[in-house]
């Protein structure tokens, strides 16, 4: 037989027996995700997603927020893109020897680039390579990024890549000595293997090279099946769900609960609506897409509050578990096709077509305790909190559920846009408005708001006290029989629960008051009429009570034709500006420090003496992460004449003082307190003073430097706003 037929004949039998398999699974994998339930307004907005694809695919700007990872994607990624044109080249010369892409195949760039990027995959290949060394989960334990990452599955494909590179460069090399190559120049690697193969006879590169593109077929399409079987899956998933995910990010609002294509309606809710989500049939096919895309990097575990606080819950091992089990109950999820019912029931006429041992994966219990259990300590739960493996076992820890501050510093950091938050919210949901099964803190966190109108129980009767402490005029309404804000009135100033009857709250609640009155802003508050915005009901999964509290303040806020708000609190700043439009509730919503830097730029507020100390700012998750105010409050401690000293995780890295997701009314049980690690690390900047721009911080360091100062350190640390360092260099 001749040699180009023979070449030809064993290509295309192994291409088209590879392939087989690669279309066979792509089929499942496709038909899985479409199992999911409905997912509502992802393909909407294509102008922001085709965007999205440019900068965070292509640019890959998430993942070159670290740098040497980054770079390493950047040089495999770009590289492979590029060797595109190799795999037709490849499969060109099974038939032609001096096979070369039309128009662009003989010109001398076109084979310099593929040659580079060759190069630089392989450069990729070993900073990978060093990066996993050095973060070796065996020898790090938890602080590992990697730790309880499929590790040996990226070796296999660092190892695949490598064999991808070499055997390019075999047979590039081989038709180089032949003079087959289509690149008069340009190919430099290529032309420099082939010089050493020079002095062999034709027929011997013929032989290598005919077996060059034969290993070059076959180790691409084993790569892309080993791809499709593994957490390198995300190499198709990830730009999928980059397109299909939440625009600009999954941060700040929470989604409503959607029955039928539109927001439930809680005056009114449906029977048969899902409220929230528990079993893995429950989600839609974008979380499926989700689960598909993680590529197990860590850098949303490396940056969590509670997995760097010895707590089971790691994004990254949720997302993890979750796509597991999503793989292990397939047969069900393609069965029902959607149809699973929720409410604690399953689609039993689905169920009962399946073997009995998917049988019982379906029905194990998917949120609970495993306190107690004979397996819990060799199932690994205390260490990793990954996914149980014993039967009757829940699979998702509900102390990982809980563990959550919902900081937003996974879906900062991840690089293929895993939206954590909002699965956990959804499991949240479902605990708490299905199962009733939640921690016993939140009981009295619930009737509070229900009964009292604010998280700790007070009176409303109590929301204007601090006026009486304050020595000037503060307009509140009603009080003169209005029935709309006056239009001379410049902000309606949302006091919030915390500003009202917390303590250290109080007193920023008064400073701030206190310069909007220097500066001659006319504002006005609610007084009695103010009520929780239900933040902390929604964090915690309770959406009932959120929707009622949304609903009667929305209801308020159109009526009196509220329209420019300023709060002190990041959480209600995110509740009246990025989740009240749900509800119809569109307002101009700014923070204080937001307000008062553009105070001082436009001189309305003059700092006339320096406060003369160093000061550390803390960004809280709420204002920072999930709503992007990182300069205001920085501004604002500059223009006092403070020293600014940064801690060495802050900005979009800031770690959370562990109050949100309703932590600040649970107990925190397990590993070190999240709030005397931020507050150890504020400590150690050296600052006299560590500046905050929310009561929830302001309770947590409080209490953090308090709890050290009774240790015998930080004497002298002080914990105040950023509005009390600028009334204090306000005042002569």
Not at 125 to 139: E, H, Q, T
Not at 196 to 211: K, Q
Not at 589 to 610: A, D, I, M, W
Request: hydrophobic share 45%; glycine share 10%.
């Amino acid at each position: 037989m001749d040699s180009m037929v023979l070449r030809a004949v064993v290509g295309i039998a192994l291409t088209v027996i590879l392939l087989a398999f690669a279309a066979r699974r792509t089929l499942f994998l496709v038909t899985l995700a479409g199992s999911g339930k409905p997912a509502y307004g992802r393909l909407k907005g294509v102008p922001k997603r085709v965007e999205a694809e440019a900068f965070e695919v292509l640019g890959q700007r998430k993942l070159l927020k670290w740098t040497i990872p980054g770079i390493a994607h950047v040089f495999a990624f770009w590289g492979f893109l590029v060797l595109g044109l190799t795999i037709l080249e490849c499969y060109g010369a099974l038939f032609i020897s001096d096979f070369g892409v039309p128009i662009v195949g003989s010109w001398a760039v076109v084979g310099f680039a593929e040659d580079l990027f060759a190069l630089l995959v392989l450069v990729g290949v070993i900073m990978f390579g060093l990066i996993r060394a050095k973060n070796d989960p065996s020898k790090e334990g938890r602080r590992s990024r990697f730790f309880g990452s499929h590790t040996k599955g990226a070796w296999l494909i660092l190892f695949m890549i490598f064999n991808v590179v070499w055997t390019l460069f075999l047979y590039r090399g081989a038709q180089a000595a032949l003079g087959n190559l289509p690149f008069e120049n340009g190919a430099f690697v290529s032309d420099w293997v082939g010089s050493w193969m020079s002095g062999l006879s034709e027929s011997t590169l013929v032989a290598i090279e005919t077996i060059g593109i034969w290993l070059q077929i076959l180790v691409i399409l084993s790569f892309l099946l080993i791809v499709l079987n593994s957490k390198h899956l995300h190499i198709g998933a990830a730009p999928v769900n980059v397109y299909t995910s939440r625009r600009p990010n999954a941060l700040g609002p929470l989604l409503p609960i959607y029955y039928k294509g539109e927001p439930v309606n809680f005056e009114d809710p449906p029977d048969d609506a899902s409220f929230g989500k528990g079993h893995i049939a429950d989600f839609t096919w974008k979380n499926y897409v989700d689960f598909m895309a993680c590529t197990e990097c860590g850098r949303c575990q490396s940056q969590c509050p509670a997995w760097n606080t010895e707590k089971p819950l790691s994004p990254k091992l949720l997302i993890m578990d979750l796509r597991d089990t999503m793989f292990a109950q397939a047969p069900y999820l393609k069965a029902a096709k959607g149809t699973h019912p929720g409410l604690g029931e399953v689609n039993e006429e689905a169920l009962a077509t399946l073997p009995e041992s998917v049988q019982t994966e379906v029905m194990r219990p998917f949120i609970g305790s495993r306190e107690g259990s004979d397996h819990a300590e060799d199932d690994g739960y205390t260490f990793d909190g990954h996914r149980s493996t014993g039967a009757e076992l829940p699979i998702i820890a509900d102390d990982v559920l809980w563990s959550c501050t919902m900081c937003g510093a996974c879906v900062n950091q991840c690089p293929v846009d895993i939206e954590h938050i909002d699965h956990i919210a959804d499991m949240r949901r479902n605990q708490v408005m299905i199962a009733t099964d939640f921690p016993s803190e939140l009981n009295g966190l619930f009737k509070n708001i229900e009964n009292k109108g604010n998280p700790w129980g007070m009176n409303a009767s109590d929301r204007n006290a601090w006026i009486a402490e304050v020595d000037f005029d503060v307009k509140v309404f009603g009080m003169e029989g209005e029935d709309e804000i006056p239009a001379d009135v410049d902000y309606l100033f949302w006091v919030g629960c915390a500003g009202a009857f917390e303590d250290r709250a109080k007193r920023t609640t008064k400073n701030v008051a206190e310069l909007l009155n220097i500066a001659g802003v006319n504002f006005m508050v609610l007084g009695e009429g103010e009520t929780c915005t239900g933040d902390p009901a929604r964090r915690a999964g309770n959406e009932f009570l959120f929707q009622m509290q949304a609903m009667q303040n929305v209801e308020v806020l159109n009526e009196i034709k509220a329209t420019k708000i300023v709060v002190t609190c990041p959480h209600c700043l995110n509740t009246l500006k990025r989740e009240y439009p749900q509800l119809g509730g569109n307002y101009e919503v700014v923070h204080h420090t937001e307000l008062l830097n553009q105070l001082v730029k436009e001189g309305r507020l003059t700092p006339v003496s320096e406060v003369g100390t160093t000061v550390t700012y803390h960004d809280p998750c709420y204002l920072g992460r999930h709503n992007n105010v990182y300069v205001p409050p920085r501004e604002l401690i500059e223009s006092t004449g403070a020293t600014k000293v940064e801690m060495p995780r802050h900005g979009d890295k800031s770690f959370c003082c562990g109050a949100g997701g309703a932590r600040m009314w649970m107990e925190e049980k397990i590993g070190t307190q999240i709030n005397k690690n931020r507050g150890d690390e504020a400590i150690a900047t050296g600052a006299s003073k560590i500046a905050v721009g929310c009561p929830f911080c302001s309770v947590m360091l409080n209490d953090a430097v308090t709890a050290r100062q009774s240790e015998g350190v930080a004497e002298g640390v002080e914990v105040v706003d950023v509005a009390t360092l600028l009334l204090e260099a306000s005042k002569k």
